[in-house]
């Protein structure tokens, strides 16, 4: 099957694939939706159909193909959604431990700076 996302700080559609079929002229199951996708103004970026575990992109264009799905809701982008649990673990420990070792940086060179006459 072929799916499609849009992304809109690119302007293009983001055209992803996975190994299966669907039968011509049969409904799509029932997807399980968000709890707000339901709801008056809700943007369909956020109310499409999720994408399948299993689709890998494999391009991009002006137009939309096959079903439309969520595009990704992750502010650090699709590659954060695809890392394991342990893997975003150690990114956050890793970023915790360079915001304290810059604040401590940052401390020292002020006690230096207010040493000197």
């Keep these: ?61 002006l137009r939309a193909r096959g079903i439309i799905v969520q595009c990704d809701q992750s502010a650090l982008g699709g590659w954060w959604t695809e890392l394991e649990p342990a893997s975003k673990r150690n990114y956050i420990v890793a970023g915790i431990a360079a915001v304290s070792v810059l604040t401590a940086a940052m401390l020292v060179a002020e006690k230096i700076n207010h040493r000197s006459p």
């Design 1 to 61: 099957m072929n799916y499609s996302c849009f992304d809109a700080p690119t302007g293009l559609y983001r055209y992803f694939a996975d190994g299966s079929t669907h039968p011509i002229n049969t409904d799509l199951p029932i997807p399980k939706l968000p709890p707000k996708a339901g709801k008056v103004g809700v943007p369909a970026r956020e109310a499409g159909r999720p994408l399948p575990s299993a689709a890998r992109e494999v391009g991009r264009g």
